[in-house]
């Protein structure tokens, strides 16, 4: 198998918007693929959350801390059986303020995630634009690639349109966005199955994503 020869810069996309390429080792990679597996088995399961509209997202979803569902948050799996929300672990949380203050250069920031989405991709499996906005507080999403490579899209704050930023996000990779485009709409057109991609012991062609968040929400 052949890896990229030439590093890739990091980047900082539009204010506030990070990009951090291999922010992960391989190791890490692994340990956060092995517990996303955990989760993603655990209970109920991973599921595809229906829309308001009718429809189900084409990504199969677990969460940590809060569940949500479109477009809440809660402390139970209301639209599976009902059973609490998997815990957040501490470690994960560590996880999340170390990326933060890599990605925005200042070891002194503070970050307190109360919730992570673990959002698996595969197929064609794809994510809207969308803002996430049913959080209470303006902290920063911190968000971990795993596995398969895909194209995610970083717009404006305004509306789904463009002006936009295309990424090529690539396992082990860190994005966070915050500040000023803290609410900047973002999806993921498409994954990129063509390219090398190291062993984590995710099945061939998937893509795994954490995003943290700080809802700053209260049972
Ligand atoms: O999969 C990604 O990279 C983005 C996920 C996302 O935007 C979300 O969970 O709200
Ligand atoms: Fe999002």
Same mark, same amino acid.
């Given at each position: ?6 590093? *890739? ?5 539009? !204010?506030? &918007?990070?990009? &951090? ?26 599921r595809r959350a229906r829309l308001?509209?009718?429809s189900t997202m084409t990504v199969a979803a ?7 569902s479109p477009? @809440? +948050? ?9 059973? !609490? ?7 994960? @949380? ?18 307190? !995630?109360?919730?992570?989405? &673990?959002n698996? +991709?595969?197929?064609?499996a794809r994510m809207g634009?969308?803002?996430? *906005? ?23 704050? /305004? ?8 990424? /090529? ?15 900047? +709409?973002?999806? &993921? ?5 063509? *390219?090398?991609? !190291? ?13 943290? *968040? ?6």
């Amino acid at each position: 198998m052949t890896f990229e020869l030439i590093a *890739r810069p990091r980047r900082t996309v539009a !204010p506030g &918007v990070v990009h &951090v390429p291999d922010w992960l080792d391989l190791d890490a990679q692994r340990h956060l693929a092995d517990a996303c597996r955990e989760w993603a088995a655990a209970g109920p399961g991973a599921r595809r959350a229906r829309l308001p509209s009718g429809s189900t997202m084409t990504v199969a979803a677990v969460c940590l801390g809060w569940h949500w569902s479109p477009y @809440r +948050y809660s402390r139970t799996r209301d639209d599976q059986d009902g059973s !609490p929300v998997l815990p957040l672990p501490g470690w994960l @949380r560590d996880l999340g303020r170390a990326a933060l203050r890599d990605a925005y250069e200042d070891p002194h920031l503070t970050y307190d !995630p109360d919730v992570a989405l &673990v959002n698996l +991709y595969d197929g064609d499996a794809r994510m809207g634009q969308h803002q996430d *906005r049913e959080e209470r507080a303006p902290d920063p999403v911190v968000s971990l690639s795993l596995g398969a490579a895909c194209v995610f899209r970083v717009g404006n704050t /305004e509306n789904r349109n463009r002006p936009w930023t295309d990424l /090529e996000l690539c396992s082990g990779d860190l994005v966070v966005f915050g500040r000023e485009n803290r609410l900047a +709409y973002h999806g &993921v057109p498409r994954l990129l199955p063509d *390219r090398d991609v !190291p062993d984590l012991g995710l099945p061939p062609g998937m893509r795994v994503n954490v995003t943290l *968040r700080v809802t700053d929400l209260a049972d």
